[in-house]
């Protein structure tokens, strides 16, 4: 079924190229606008296998890659992570002073209060244990009253 390989050397292989011709559409009938292919018309290349086959097609050109954008120097998430640790330690320290003055002002109103407790007790102790023989004010005698039927009987 398949035909017999023929055996060429190397420098026999033959390549023909063939040039397809375009075919142009008939005159006086209006056809629709179509995008042309650019350029030229690519070649059409024929490869004899050594097996005997022909295979015929059109050149493939490689993809071309995309050009890679410059990478900056450092990694954007880096940089994020630098960022983010340096708010974090402004936030602490911001903290650590914070504590640093409610812990002061607590020590302050303590010292306040024992100042004004040791001035007031004080004064109090001044006052009943003064040494004057003297004393100023009204002396008021208590004694039993007694309450028959809503009037009082003193």
């Known amino acids: 079924m398949h035909p017999e390989p023929a055996h060429h050397a190397p420098a026999e292989r033959a390549v023909e190229v063939h040039h397809p011709t375009p075919i142009t559409p008939a005159v006086g009938v209006p056809t629709p606008l179509v995008p042309v292919q650019p350029g030229t018309v690519p070649a059409v290349a024929s490869i004899v296998l050594p097996d005997g086959r022909v295979v015929t097609g059109y050149a493939i050109e490689p993809a071309k890659p995309e050009p890679v954008q410059a990478k900056p120097p450092v990694s954007r998430a880096a940089v994020n992570v630098a960022l ?71």
């Open 84 to 154: 983010g640790g340096v708010g974090f330690l402004a936030v602490c320290g911001g903290l650590l002073l914070l504590t640093t003055f409610i812990t002061a002002l607590t020590a302050l109103i303590t010292q306040l209060i024992t100042l004004a407790a040791v001035i007031f007790g004080g004064w109090i102790a001044v006052q009943v244990f003064s040494a004057s023989g003297h004393k100023i004010g009204n002396t008021v005698n208590i004694r039993k009253a007694v309450i028959k039927r809503n009037k009082f009987y003193g």
